[in-house]
Nanobody
């Protein structure tokens, strides 16, 4: 069964950096093709919001609030996506979720979500 496995996150002081990664597990030997991958986040009492997404070809887009501070990347051979978070602010505190969509070998569209990883920015 395909799952998104997130790692990274934790507690960091304002101005610090963190790295997140998201690996697609359970897809080896299948014909699954992962297209768009993305990071979302949800702060307490707020709706889940898009942080950044990246297409299979590498084109990336960012939320205005993180542009210039966060960098998204992916390794298609490893089916893994990364998010580098720099110059972190208290308002970046949230649970960060990995997202991926793709197409199975039978042509069915699929969407996957990770379970989330906590990022806390505090002094």
């Amino acid at each position: 069964q395909v799952q998104l496995v997130e790692s990274g996150g934790g507690l960091v002081q304002p101005g610090g950096s963190l790295s997140l990664s998201c690996a697609v597990s359970g897809s080896s030997g299948s014909s699954l093709s992962i297209n768009t991958m993305a990071w979302y986040r949800q702060a307490p009492g707020k709706q889940r919001e898009l942080v950044a997404n990246i297409l299979r070809g590498g084109t990336a887009t960012y939320a205005a609030s993180v542009t210039g501070r966060f960098a998204i990347s992916r390794d298609n051979d490893k089916n893994t996506m990364y998010l580098q978070l720099n110059n972190l602010k208290a308002e970046d505190t949230a649970v960060y979720y990995c997202y991926a969509n793709g197409v199975t070998g039978r042509g069915a569209g699929v969407v996957y979500w990770g379970r989330g990883t906590q990022v806390t920015v505090s002094s």
